[in-house]
């Protein structure tokens, strides 16, 4: 690896497990076996399904297969918001199972920022997390409006405790130029998404999951998974490979695998830290179409994020998440612009990971009884809280039980196949452009180019 001033380190996973060091690789799988049931992939969504399966139902023979290490994926490389964003349109899932399934759905996301409080608490994982609430900035007037109009949809859909906030409130907080507004939810809080990964990895383990890695799933079917060591045999095959799955036979046009990219400061001092604010430790966004997120490090960095070069073609990915030179100094820019105060901060890590968007940017969970078929995922960039409603979902299926999380819209929600190429990567980054040219040029509104590419994308 290389870095030092100037030259940040990049790709390597990321920052979150670079700084971690790297613990051996847990036995890949060598011969066949027999489970009850076996999860694809050792991300959140897979570990959370494995943690509370066997918490459940502790006779239950769980085996995890990952192609890399747990928290290879987008799980060890986000950017730490567990908040209760909703990983999906409103409308549609209202659509199909009314208005009241919609607001459970908000009311579980927002019950899960403190389930994942009390796991970690319970199992003694350390994963930085702080619950300061979710701010969002809007530094620019159509943001401003448009901010405000998405404040006041939320509230009708039953986000709770959701405020608007006043410059000189913002102020306060944390000094960020031209803030003419933002929401707070105190529903939101701060991880260290490696650390959140290898804890739950270690828990689910203690209860006596098997976790396989270096072990790729070559094929996944009823009642078995092929790999190269040897073919497991289980009642339940559970799929959680979301922005991996176009990689695997037959998915390609199921879920878009969506690139995020992240840079990461160097430690701040403290009197830079005394010009920024920011004690409250709240995840930090902005309104732009384009949008960024941030986390204040326990260690006392910025990790800002945001969506470089978004698709590429083919639905290929970048397992190293190397990240292009044009993105790094798009998101140094917006740093500076946001945080004026570390603009001579070294970064010292880039990386970049994917995520899925289903077609209609709708997240699911299902389950299918004959086949024994299953899965969770297409979180659209929602997926820290969401993967652990997911696993709690997956368990109640899995176990037979109708509960109210086996009830939520999202369960056995289906969304149609993206588009062949070329028409996907046209699609995906005549949007982008469309959104990135409404953020240079809108002024009080909302421009119509971003309505149409929202329109376009399938977003609403
Ligand atoms: C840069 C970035 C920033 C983000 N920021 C946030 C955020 O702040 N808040 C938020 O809510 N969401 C965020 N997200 C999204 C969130 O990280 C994901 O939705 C979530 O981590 C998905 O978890 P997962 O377990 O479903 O998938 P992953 O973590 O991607 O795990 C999938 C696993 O499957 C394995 N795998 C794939 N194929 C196979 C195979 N054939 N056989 C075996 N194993 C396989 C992979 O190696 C991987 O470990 C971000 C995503 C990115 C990329």
Redesign the pocket.
């Known amino acids: 690896m290389t870095g030092g001033r100037g030259q940040p380190v990049n790709g390597h996973v990321s920052h979150w497990n670079s700084s971690l060091g790297t613990p051996p690789r847990r036995h890949p799988l060598l011969s066949d076996a027999d489970a009850d049931v076996c999860i694809?992939?050792?991300?959140?969504?897979?570990?959370w399904t494995a943690y509370y399966l066997a918490r459940a139902a502790p006779r239950l023979r769980i085996v995890v297969?990952?192609?890399?290490?747990?928290?290879?994926?987008?799980?060890?490389?986000?950017?730490?918001?567990?908040?209760a964003?909703l990983p999906g349109s409103r409308r549609r899932y209202a659509a199909a199972h009314g208005r009241a399934s919609v607001f459970a759905f908000q009311h579980a996301l927002e019950q899960t920022v403190d389930e994942v409080e009390t796991v970690t608490a319970n199992e003694g994982i350390d994963a930085e997390l702080r619950h300061g609430g979710v701010l969002r900035v809007a530094c620019s007037p159509s943001q401003a409006a448009r901010l405000t109009s998405q404040a006041a949809t939320e509230q009708s859909w039953g986000v709770a405790e959701l405020r608007i906030l006043g410059p000189d409130e913002v102020a306060r907080r944390v000094a960020i130029p031209d803030v003419r507004a933002a929401a707070f939810t105190p529903r939101g809080a701060r991880i260290q998404?490696s650390l959140l990964a290898r804890g739950l990895a270690r828990a689910a383990e203690r209860r006596g999951v098997r976790i396989c890695e270096s072990?790729?799933?070559?094929e996944i079917g009823p009642g078995v998974v092929r790999t190269d060591g040897g073919d497991v045999r289980a009642e339940f095959v559970l799929r959680?490979?979301?922005?991996?799955?176009a990689?695997?036979p037959g998915q390609r046009r199921q879920w878009l695998p969506m690139?995020?990219?992240?840079i990461v400061t160097e430690p701040l001092d403290a009197t830079t830290w005394e010009r920024i604010g920011w004690d409250g430790h709240e995840?930090i966004g902005d309104a732009a179409h384009v949008f960024m997120?941030a986390q204040r490090t326990a260690d006392g960095r910025i990790a800002l994020?945001g969506r470089g070069s978004p698709y590429r073609y083919g639905s290929r990915t970048d397992p190293g998440g190397h990240t292009p030179q044009r993105t790094v100094d798009g998101l140094r820019a917006v740093l500076d612009r946001r945080f004026p105060a570390a603009a001579g901060a070294a970064i010292e890590h880039a990386?970049?990971?994917?995520?899925?968007v289903p077609r209609d940017w709708c997240a699911s969970v299902w389950l299918d009884r004959e086949s024994g078929l299953g899965g969770?995922?297409g979180?659209s960039?929602?997926?820290?809280?969401?993967?652990n409603l997911a696993g709690r979902t997956l368990r109640d299926l899995v176990l037979g039980a109708d509960t109210e999380l086996t009830r939520l819209p999202w369960v056995g929600h289906r969304s149609r196949r993206w588009e062949p190429e070329p028409l996907r990567w046209l699609g995906v980054h005549g949007i982008y452009a469309a959104y990135r040219f409404a953020d240079r040029h809108e002024r009080r509104r909302t421009s119509i180019l971003a309505r149409a590419a929202d329109t376009l994308s399938g977003r609403t």
Request: hydrophobic share 40%; net charge negative; aromatic share 12%.
């Open positions: 694809v992939g050792a991300g959140f969504t897979g570990l297969l990952e192609a890399e290490f747990a928290g290879f994926g987008a799980s060890g490389r986000n950017g730490g918001w567990l908040s964003d998404p072990t790729p799933a070559r959680a490979t979301e922005g991996f799955t990689h695997l690139n995020s990219s992240m995840v997120y994020g990386w970049s990971g994917a995520l899925a969770a995922g979180y960039g929602h997926g820290v809280a969401a993967s």
